[in-house]
T-cell receptor, first 111, second 116 residues
Framework: RKEVEQDPGPFNVPEGATVAFNCTYSNSASQSFFWYRQDCRKEPKLLMSVYSSGNEDGRFTAQLNRASQYISLLIRDSKLSDSATYLCVVKGAGGGNKLTFGTGTQLKVEL | NAGVMQNPRHLVRRRGQEARLRCSPMKGHSHVYWYRQLPEEGLKFMVYLQKENIIDESGMPKERFSAEFPKEGPSILRIQQVVRGDSAAYFC??????????????FGPGTRLTVT
């Protein structure tokens, strides 16, 4: 079983749609959780940290369920510029402070 | 405030040559991480360093790869006797410290290594 699992997609959605991504992680001792986005295999850019209480940043909402070892990202009113690969990232999944990346979910927002 | 800097951005080496990749962390960051992204794959952790110390090298291949972060100057990832399978994007990230909520890692633009 992979340490961090994501649906690879692609998700093709029309502009303005709401889209949700899910992610599961295998190590219950994992410490911190993040969503990054990566455009065309450029550097990953931090989108947001994820907390058990949930957090929201504009059109983006992230949620963590420690009991189910499940992380989600919701994007509302999607824009063409949201097209990217979204990476679910866990810190401390294998112990220590390294980041463990999911393989990413590809999102394509279309007119 | 400059972000994480990496150079060169693109590096071409022939099989058997050495590759040296450099990374300067963000100002105020003292922790450096190296990750590798092979074609069509996700990012994989290689090594975590603080100044003059290797903290975790569990992701480093056992041979030909080494990393350092000297007291002065950038962090260096060194690959000796490169092979075609080393062709990948190498990303460096830095973070300030490990306090919960302040431990995000920020990535540099990467070095694309091509071995011919």
């Amino acid at each position: 079983r992979k340490e961090v699992e994501q649906d690879p997609g692609p998700f093709n959605v029309p502009e303005g749609a709401t889209v949700a991504f899910n992610c599961t992680y295998s190590n219950s001792a994992s410490q911190s959780f993040f969503w990054y986005r990566q455009d065309c295999r450029k550097e990953p850019k931090l989108l947001m940290s994820v907390y058990s209480s949930g957090n929201e940043d504009g059109r983006f909402t992230a949620q963590l369920n420690r009991a189910s070892q499940y992380i989600s990202l919701l994007i509302r009113d999607s824009k063409l510029s949201d097209s990217a690969t979204y990476l679910c990232v866990v810190k401390g999944a294998g112990g220590g402070n390294k980041l463990t990346f999911g393989t990413g979910t590809q999102l394509k927002v279309e007119l | 405030n400059a972000g994480v800097m990496q150079n060169p951005r693109h590096l071409v080496r022939r099989r058997g040559q050495e590759a040296r990749l450099r990374c300067s962390p963000m100002k105020g960051h003292s922790h450096v991480y190296w990750y590798r992204q092979l074609p069509e794959e996700g990012l994989k952790f290689m090594v975590y360093l603080q100044k003059e110390n290797i903290i975790d090298e569990s992701g480093m291949p056992k041979e030909r790869f080494s990393a350092e972060f000297p007291k002065e100057g950038p962090s260096i990832l060194r690959i000796q006797q490169v092979v075609r399978g080393d062709s990948a994007a190498y990303f460096c990230a830095s973070s300030p410290l490990f306090k919960r909520g302040e431990d995000e890692q920020y990535f540099g633009p990467g070095t694309r290594l091509t071995v011919t």
